[in-house]
């Protein structure tokens, strides 16, 4: 399995981005897909997760209201958009899958938020 993470960059305070992650070598099973984020100095964050099937997802509190998560199974790529961004939401953000085989990050995009 591999993950292709895009759409990182530099937006300003109340700006919107898009991430998407795509995730190749799927096979089948219940997925487990989304993101975590990591600012300077701070651990790993939870962001968002999405599960196929079913297509139930979970939110980090920081975050609610702010970003949703969407999922097309059939390709297995997830797309976090993300709104009304704040500078505390600069960060690294990781893309993350679990399988029923196990689990693996991807190589992280740069997010930062300018006021």
């Known amino acids: 399995v591999q993950l292709q993470a895009s759409g990182g960059g530099l937006v300003q305070v109340g700006g919107s981005l898009r991430l998407s992650c795509a995730a190749s070598g799927l096979t089948g099973g219940r997925i487990v897909m989304g993101w975590f984020r990591q600012a300077p100095g701070k651990e790993r964050e939870f962001v968002s997760v999405?599960?196929?099937?079913?297509?139930?997802?979970l939110y980090g509190d920081s975050v609610k209201g702010r970003f949703t998560l969407s999922a097309n199974s059939a390709k297995n790529t997830v797309y976090l958009q993300m709104n009304n961004l704040k500078p505390e939401d600069t960060a690294v953000y990781y893309c993350y899958v679990r399988t029923p085989w196990g689990a693996l990050w991807g190589q992280g995009t740069l997010v930062t938020v300018s006021s």
């Open positions: 999405i599960t196929w099937p079913g297509g139930s997802t």
